[in-house]
């Protein structure tokens, strides 16, 4: 039983920041990898960002590279996604995921998302 908990949506002006928050409860994931991914209404979902637990890579959509940056603490077992220079478009629901290895195709625990909303 593992368990994602989200927070730190909201609503934010263009240019805005916002830094979301994933807390797995149940277990750690430290040999696998923790992600960020987004769905706007009536849009497909997609990746955002990924980052390995063990050593720390990263990985990036290119909509959010240079704006996101994607980190996890050891300590709190969390992971974040610093969110600056928001743009209408980021407007979603943002989900973290998981996954046991790294070596797993899908991910395949997901919090219950959290909304973020950019005004123009």
């Known amino acids: 039983q593992v368990q994602l908990v989200e927070s730190g949506g909201g609503l934010v002006q263009t240019g805005g920041s916002l830094r979301l928050s994933c807390a797995p409860s149940g277990r750690t994931f430290s040999s696998g990898a923790m992600g960020w991914f987004r769905q706007a209404p009536g849009k497909e979902r997609e990746f955002v960002a990924a980052i390995v637990w063990s050593g720390g890579n990263t990985y990036y959509a290119n909509s959010v590279r240079g704006r996101f940056t994607i980190s996890r603490d050891n300590a709190k077992n969390t992971v974040y996604l610093q969110m600056n220079i928001l743009k209408p478009e980021d407007t979603a629901v943002y989900y973290c995921?998981?996954?046991?290895?790294?070596?797993?195709?899908?991910?395949?625990?997901w919090g219950q998302g959290t909304q973020v909303t950019v005004s123009s």
């Open positions: 995921a998981a996954k046991t290895t790294v070596y797993a195709t899908e991910y395949d625990y």
